[in-house]
């Protein structure tokens, strides 16, 4: 079965960190890019962030630019958000996208609440 699955998620204080991580099975990252979209309650999806295939090219929302990094391992075909002086604007519930030009597959989710 192919899926990807997020996990890091959690409650963290303004100001904290959390890591993020994108895991795939039953396909290889490797062909893929990889995107971080984030949805809060009452608001439309917002892409984050995107790193390319190759990991040599990256890019940033304005908002999370300077706090937040992309990264992926392909040997561990994973990719990873990590968020740092996060704000209680950034909770949201944050999924994960691998795509080509012609196949897309999405995560369910993971809740990030940034909350004093």
């Known amino acids: 079965q192919l899926q990807l699955v997020e996990s890091g998620g959690g409650l963290v204080q303004p100001g904290g960190s959390l890591r993020l991580s994108c895991a795939a099975s039953g396909f290889t990252l490797d062909d893929y890019a990889i995107g971080w979209f984030r949805q809060a309650p009452g608001k439309e999806r917002e892409g984050v962030s995107c790193i390319s295939s190759s990991g040599d090219s990256s890019n940033y929302a304005d908002s999370v630019k300077g706090r937040f990094t992309i990264s992926r391992d392909n040997a561990k075909n994973t990719a990873y958000l990590q968020m740092n002086s996060l704000k209680p604007e950034d909770t949201a519930v944050y999924y994960c996208?691998?795509?080509?030009?012609?196949?897309?597959?999405w995560g369910q989710g993971t809740q990030v609440t940034v909350s004093s």
């Open positions: 996208n691998a795509y080509t030009d012609m196949l897309g597959y």
